[in-house]
Each structure stands twice: as C-alpha cells, then as structure tokens.
C-alpha cells in the first residue's frame, strides 16, 4: 500500500519559506521533474492494495521537510508505503537507474532521508503492539505477525497536542516533537526573563546575522528565568568531589560531601538552591509532592484521593521483560506512550525499550540508540530480537537472532543490520525487548557557565560517576546562550529505581559549591516524562539549521576539561556540548557490527549545535570540528556510535566507528549491495569500494550570497 506524492517546484521557493527566514537567496541545483511515464509506471506497479494520490508540491514539501531547516529538497516523488511491499519500489528504483531514499520520522539532520530520486517516507508503518514473554521466554515471530493495517490495530497512548508550541510556528508539527511538558519547572525557568546581571563579568552571546537576510518573529530560543530566584555572588571556591567508589557505594558518607560549608554553618544544596530548587518530598506524602509530572499523577496507581500508594516505588513486575513490535514509521516517543499506556499484567508496570531520549525516529534501532537506560540494558541495538527488511534486490525477509532453517544466509545481515542497517537494507518493522521501568528518580541541576568555576564542576561531575552502578545515567552539558543572555551548565541525572535507591547519587552530584545552584528539579518521575527532559533543555527548533558532531572518549582528563571550557566560551549562541557517562551494560554485547572500543568507552561526547536560518556564522560548524580535532582527539576511542554521524562526515570518520569491524562491513555491503542502491546514508564508499565525497551523497545547503 502506498501515497505517492509527485511534483517539484523551484527549490528556491521551499528555501524562502523556512519558518522564520523571509528573504534568503539560495543557489540550488535545477533538476526535472519525474519522467510522466516513469510515475504511471510507478502507479501501475502498484495496483490493489495501493491507494495512489497525485497532489500538489505544496504537500510534496510537506512530506519531505526535515526537523533540519537547511536541507534543500532534490528528490522527483515520494511514496508512503503501508507494508514491506514497498519492495516494488525498489525494483522500480533498480530497473530505471533511480536512487531510492527512506525518511523514518527521526531528525534526519544529515539530510539523506530527502537526497533520493524516490524517497520512501515509511511514516505510514505505524503498528504498534507490546506481548509477554512466551513459555520459555520466546515470542511471536514478525513473520507470524500481519501489519496493523490487516489487524485494524491502532497505537493508544498517544501523545497531547501541545497547543503552546504549535502556536508558535506556522506549519504543523509531529505530536512527537513536542517535549515542553516534560518538567514544567524547567520550562518556567527555561521561559521566563533572563537572570540577573552577572557580577562575576562572564559576557553573553551575541548572535551574528547574515546582512542580506531578515529575520521575523522571536528567535527560537527562549531565555532563561530568574522570576524566583535570589542571586548571591560568584563563589569561585572548588569543593570536594564527593567521590562514589566502584559499585555505586560511597567512599565516605553521602552527606558528609556538603556537611559544612566554608564558613563552618550547615550547608545543604538540595535546600540552597533558590526557591525553585527544594528538596524531593518523603515518599509517603501526598499524589502533589511528586513533582509536576503529569503523566505521574495520573497513573492509574495514583488515582483518586490518599496518600502516595508506597508499593509504587516498589511494585513487581509480572515480567523480567516484554516484546514491543512496531513499524519503521514510528518515533521513540509514540512507542513509549504506547507501552506505558498499556501495561502488562496488573501491577501496572510500564515496559519499555532502551532507546535514545526524545524526539528521534525508530532507525536507532538500526545505528546504535544510546539513551537513560543504556548503561542498564545495552543500546538500543542490543534489544533488537527481529526485523522485518527489504533487500536491495527486492526480496522481504525476516533476519533475527533465531537461525531459520534455510536462512543461513542472512547471518551475516544480523550481525551488519545492528550498527549500519541503513546501508544494507531498509527495515519496515520490528521487534526488541522491553524491560519494566515502574518509576525513575532524575532530573536537572542547573548552574549559570562561567569559565571561571566551570572547570571545577565538570571534575566534580566526573569524580563523582566513577564506579557509578549500572543503573545511574549522568550527563553534563554546557548550552551557550540564547543570544544576550546567561550561558549554562545543566547536570543530568536519571536512576532507573526509587528516591531511597537513587538519593546518594543526588547528594554527591549536588554537593559542588563552586557556584550558587539555579534549579534543582530532581524528583520520582514516569520514564515517559524523562524522556523527553533532554530535548526541553536544548530547546531545539525544527527548522533551524544544525549540525551535530560525536565521539567516544576513553577518559575525561583535567586538561580535556580546562581545554574544553576555554574553547565553549566563544561559540556561537545555540551550542550545546554534552558528555554522557557511557559503559555498564553497553560492554555485555558484543555480537553487532559496533566495535568492541566503542563499547568500552567511557563517555560519550556531542556538539549539538542548531542555529536561526538568518545567520551565517561559520563558527557553528568549526568550533565543533575543531573541539574534535584538537582537544578530544587524543582521548577518542575510534568514531562515534553509528547513530550520532551527521552531515560532511569524512569517510576515516565513519570507518572509525566500526573500528576492527569495518573490512568485515566493507565485505557485507557488497554482498547485500552490490550496486550501491542505498547510497543516500551515512556509507562513505562507492559500490567499487572507493571512498566519495560527503557531498556526493548529501543534498545541497542554503548558500548565502
């Protein structure tokens, strides 16, 4: 089954009607349309079971927007298949001389998702079901399994429309997309006015426009509040690291990290934090001492009046873990709406799979997918268990870690479809493990950056995840700006248990006095809530232009630290750079294509970097290639996680990700792919095996004049 949206205006008008850039001019290349006997082949190739619609460019565009604002749409037509039998398309593809591409909903900030002759949006796949372990521990085979649209299924759980966001912008948004409810007290402080002057002298950012272009409406970014906090002067003192020791244990006691402060007087920072920022309420108070977290409150365990039920921290889960099937055309975010608004059993215990944090497609299944239950469960590959592909000579087949008889052949392809699956096939469903998750105990500290005292939070926050036990996720990032206003420092924490379990990891992280902490948010939430946390405090814009950078470092030395502070405080307003405690469960899998040293890394480092489409400021690129190159380079180990590669990345780039794996990949490409079909991807070869371009297969930009 399949839409096919056909036409092709001028590229220029698309450009000039990215949300907030008005006036922009754009070189872009002129191509023709699709051949009119090629698109009733098409059709023709697809009777019955397609429902074929021929509309105008206006929704043509709509189908082949992409959350990054400067990707310039080339492709002739796109097709919205329903099932694997968009295999057809394939062979369309193969027998004309045309390049397929496959949009999944994810980012799709590298732009190949839109670089095709055809692309092939699998938006339509949307299935969504959730099973217990058989007897035995087995499941239901994709195989055994039609897709929703023969079965009449449709998910549940869906997210609300956030009417707040979608108010904000011009064109319509994916539900998915929308994150600001995550913690409402982030979004009061992240959309209030901006903090107080800064006494310690530390300078905002300044954004730099392109001269030739105009810029309407408010930028994308909203500024940080101070509405309720009480400010005091820069402490520029270092304190000590409150050090946890091998297995999460605490080389002295959890508290003792903050039992005075320097002045000798009791100090606790849950408390000192400003008014925003108190400590965690006892479990056993009432359903509103939980925070603000909507989807908490409402869980059928807290409904109608009473107290805080104290099993809710404690419930036990029917099952060690559960089997989630869903269509290619799903993002993360539906797949976890669904399967914590349909819990197994009747303990009300929501399950789910270890993906990456909101908002991204459900391709990080195929490319890695590291997330708040990564260092717990693996990556997001390590619970895939089966997957329904097409090949690129059009067969449809189930590759998975069962071995079916006659289908030795597709060993090879299990072990390459986890790590780099979009280059050797196109998956429409699939199938992982999913894993109980009844309530978690995270949040953010947030903390003004200033290059002063930074270095000294980054060391805290490094001691303190030392020997940090699997079930801790920690993060650090420092986000520059919006424009004229405070850059920070936000501390990210997610313990997948309850407060009890989780609260010495709070006190030690917490426990830095070098600066005056902004909010302290930690609280029990719903893993779904969490989720989302990531994207609210980047405040990410679909349609800003963005790049994105990565890498898997093997330690976090002083000098990385002080190097990378330094370089921080002069990039552009819209940076954001991250370090993730990286290793626990990641280690354990070792049957995939991602190599060894990359599981065994430390942390895992990005340069997030978005930016208004009014702005030509070449810094947003090379300050992260240069953070790369000079400061982490050294402590690197090989590339990144196959699923952070993003636009221009160099063929030695993509090959270190893969590391001693890549010759074996190499080899399977050109089984699987002789002729180079799925060339629109992160593949960094040509179907001789010669390395090409970045931007032989990536679409043009916006070029300014």
Same mark, same amino acid.
């Given at each position: ?204 950012r300044r954004m730099l426009f392109h001269p030739s272009l105009t810029i309407d409406g408010p930028g ?136 990456s944090a909101h908002p991204v497609g459900a391709s990080v299944m195929l490319l890695g997918g590291f ?164 994207? @609210? ?28 502070v330094l370089e921080f405080a002069d990039t552009p307003v819209g940076c954001t750079w991250l370090f ?17 040293? @990359? ?107």
């Amino acid at each position: 089954m399949a839409c096919i949206y056909h036409g092709y205006q001028s590229r220029l008008d698309a450009a000039n009607r990215r949300d907030d850039c008005r006036e922009t001019t754009t070189s872009v290349p002129t191509l023709p349309t699709l051949a009119q006997e090629y698109f009733d082949e098409l059709k023709l190739n697809i009777p019955g079971r397609f429902t074929v619609a021929v509309i105008t460019s206006m929704f043509f565009d709509e189908h082949t927007r992409l959350f990054n604002g400067n990707v310039l749409n080339t492709s002739k037509a796109v097709v919205l298949p329903l099932d694997a039998q968009m295999s057809r398309i394939i062979i369309f593809c193969k027998k004309h001389g045309l390049f397929p591409s496959v949009k999944a909903g994810g980012y799709g900030t590298g732009g190949w998702a839109i670089n095709g002759d055809i692309v092939i949006d699998l938006s339509q796949i949307q299935d969504i079901d959730i099973e217990p372990p058989q007897l035995g521990g087995g499941y239901t085979s994709l195989r055994d399994t039609a897709s929703s649209m023969s079965k009449g299924k449709a998910p549940v759980g869906e997210p609300h429309e956030d009417t707040a966001e979608q108010a904000a912008g011009n064109d319509p948004v994916p539900i998915a997309w929308f994150y600001s409810k995550a913690s409402t007290a982030i979004a009061s402080f992240l959309h209030g006015p901006p903090l107080p002057l800064d006494e310690s002298g530390e300078q905002p950012r300044r954004m730099l426009f392109h001269p030739s272009l105009t810029i309407d409406g408010p930028g994308s970014s909203t500024l940080p509040s101070a509405a309720l906090i009480t400010t005091t002067t820069t402490s520029e003192r270092e304190s000590g690291s409150g050090t946890l020791t091998s297995g999460g244990s605490s080389s002295r006691s959890p508290w003792s990290a903050f039992a005075t402060n320097s002045a000798g007087s009791s100090h606790s920072p849950i408390s000192d934090c400003g008014p925003w920022n108190v400590a965690p309420t006892p479990v056993s108070s009432r359903v509103t001492a939980w925070g603000e977290d909507v989807a908490l409150s409402s869980h059928p365990l807290l409904a109608g009046e009473g107290d805080v039920p104290p099993h809710l921290t404690r419930p036990v889960p029917p099952h060690t873990h559960a089997y989630v099937s869903f269509g290619a055309g799903v993002k993360q975010k539906e797949v976890d709406s669904f399967t914590a608004a349909n819990p197994l059993g009747d303990s009300n215990v929501p399950y789910h799979v270890p993906f990456s944090a909101h908002p991204v497609g459900a391709s990080v299944m195929l490319l890695g997918g590291f997330g708040f239950l990564s260092r717990l469960h693996g990556l997001s590959i390590d619970s895939l268990v089966e997957a329904e592909v097409v090949l690129a000579d059009g067969r449809i087949t189930i590759v998975s870690e069962k071995e079916y008889p006659g289908e030795s052949y597709f060993r090879d392809l299990w072990w390459g479809l986890r790590g780099s699956g979009t280059a050797l096939c196109i998956a429409t469903r699939y199938k992982a493990r999913a894993y109980p998750v009844p309530v978690v105990f995270a949040g953010n500290l947030i903390y003004r950056f200033h290059r002063a005292t930074a270095p000294s939070l980054l060391r805290h926050f490094r001691d303190c995840v030392k020997g940090a036990p699997r079930e801790l996720y920690a993060n650090v990032l420092l986000t520059a700006g919006p424009a004229d206003q405070d850059s920070l420092v936000v501390i990210q924490m997610c313990y997948v248990g309850p407060k009890e379990q989780g609260l010495e990891y709070l006190q030690a992280l917490s426990s830095w006095t070098g600066e005056r902490c902004l909010l302290n948010e930690v609280h029990e939430k719903t893993f779904l809530s969490q989720q989302d946390s990531v994207a @609210q405090v980047l405040r990410g814009k679909r349609g800003n232009q963005w790049f994105i950078r990565s890498a898997l470092i093997s330690s976090l030395p002083d000098e990385v630290i002080n190097k990378t502070v330094l370089e921080f405080a002069d990039t552009p307003v819209g940076c954001t750079w991250l370090f993730e405690l990286a290793g626990g469960a990641i280690i354990d899998y070792e049957e995939t294509c991602v190599a060894k040293a @990359q599981r065994e890394a430390a942390f895992t480092i990005a340069a997030l970097h978005q930016w208004e489409m009014g702005i030509d400021d070449p810094r947003c690129v090379t300050s992260a290639e240069e953070w790369l190159r000079e400061t982490i380079k050294p402590v690197a180990s090989g590339g990144a996680f196959p699923s952070f590669l993003g636009r221009h990345e160099v063929p030695a780039r993509v090959a270190a990700s893969f590391g001693e794996n890549w010759e074996r990949l190499v080899a399977l490409k050109k089984q699987y792919d002789p002729t180079g079909l799925f060339r629109n991807t992160f593949w960094p070869l040509d179907k001789d095996g010669a390395e090409i371009d970045p931007s032989e297969h990536e679409p043009p930009e916006v070029v300014f004049p």
